[in-house]
């Protein structure tokens, strides 16, 4: 169970630095001098991307909680 806690870690700390690279990315494109129309389309890429790094985040958080339980 070891190996689960573990990996389960690693996943959650990779969802929390796609996590802090999507405030860069949103950082970056609200300070760019883009139109609107751009920098709306760039934020929804960025959406897409946190979405799924809450996601790995989460499975990540489920995988150390069923590691913790079964051991």
Known sequence: ???LIWT???LTLAGVAMLGW???LAMRA???GLPDDQIKA???RV???NLG???VSGLGLM???VGVILS
């Open 8 to 10: 389960g870690a690693a």
């Open 63 to 65: 995988a150390v909680v």
């Open 42 to 44: 760039s934020l929804q």
């Open 30 to 32: 609200k300070n760019s």
């Open 47 to 49: 959406v897409a991307l």
């Open 53 to 55: 790094a809450l996601a």
């Open 1 to 3: 169970m070891g190996l």
């Open 22 to 24: 999507c405030i860069v």
